[in-house]
């Protein structure tokens, strides 16, 4: 998917919801746990409920690996439930992935060739030769991690170099723009550091920012839009516990939907205010 | 595995040799093509050749999700073959994972319960809460990047700090040992920047380093014992292609097991020349 298509599924769906399938087995409502694969059956009915207000969905790998090959088979068959029914919506492999150019091969055809995903999250400690391969693939992106809304973040990120005065996350922003272009390249922006948008939109003016944070880690998301909106809207917002976990009954699917619902009315909102609509 | 026991297996072995199980079903020999399962066939042949000359294996875990679940299962069975057979060897899982705390958790989940790893590679971008959750197990290890043997290396991890003039690597080090000990935390140090490992080794003298770029990337083992070996030995020095690609006809286990031992042999004598054996 090129950037013009994914702004368009924007505008046609009045949104920039991104649904993070953090799927916990440990948090599945009991009903579900009978039956045969307990985590693509709950994926089912979350992307059925809430595909209607997103535009991307994010599985997290870790969620997945935790239960090892069967994990991985949820994965791949929730990967292809989305393309077969929902073809137009965007799919991120929340992976943070990054190794040696040959390993990074590798990974790029785990997630572009072996499964069916749009994206995958990179993390940039390695430098170029980790990140590029994931961009050799057409219609393909990388979604380089600059900044995260983590505590963890304020260890290394902040950390200024003394040549340019650039913290980290200004330097991989700044450096990793020789890699790719506007086209294969995103970056994750933590909703928790929404006052830093308005800088990094200095640095990024035209590139999509991935936002995880909004909700459970306590991101304002007219504040994320506000400073970090462009004229192709530029962001995917990211929700994962808020909207799967909504309810663990009988009614979650129910519920993650009207969760969903209430971000993406929000969204139409901030939208139309910018104009996109 | 703690890390008397680990120094222990050195002395036995007369080894710090770490192999890199990359293995690539594009790069096998052709006639384990018809195994029911040729990344396993291929891995327990290797493995069976080489024990005797290693203290650890590193299974890339690119190669095995680059095939999806049936990958992930030759991985499984890999790791159950080395414990049930070599229960005194290392298992590194070359992961290079890192996320916020609670998806941490779940990676740490897959490998340390879900999968019998000693150890997984982990990145230090997200700081803090994205290392810690490994760290939690008894006898398990973290194994996080510093410096590594890539190209890509020379992109952020020499910035130099303005504030402690610390270059990032060195950052990783020194803020590092707040969150861990010598006895559940290890650093990835490339050989290809071997030069440096006296410096490291200033800052952290007693952990356990991991070394890849011997062989293949072209570092150089004498450089690396030289100037990082610590008094109890404190190397893992990881070698991959140039052992288990050393044929790739009928013979590769074969080969495979003459480069292990040559390779330890070499050890050996380094192991002597510092009063270590």
Redesign the interface.
Known sequence: MNRQQLFEQIQKKKSFLCVGL?T?IQKLPKHLLDEEDPMFSFNQEIIDATAEFSVAYKP?L??Y??????G??SL?KTVQYIKSNYPDIFIIA?A??????N??N??A??FF???DFDAVTV?????????KPFMTYDGKWVIL?AL??????????F?????T?NQ?FE??LK?SQNWGTVENLMYVVGATKAEKLKEIREIVPEHFLLVPGVGAQGGSLQEVAKNGMNSQCGLLVNSSRGIIYASNGNDFSEKAGVAAKEVQQEMAKLLSEANLL
């Open positions: 953090d916990d997290n870790a969620f690996e935790s239960l090892g090959s069967n991985i088979i791949e929340d943070k992935r990054g190794d040696i150019g390993t990074s590798l990974y055809r785990a060739e072996n499964q993390a940039p400690y390695m430098g170029e030769d980790s990140v991690l995260t809304s983590n505590k963890g973040a304020f260890d290394f990120q950390l200024k170099d003394e040549e005065g980290l330097s991989v450096t």
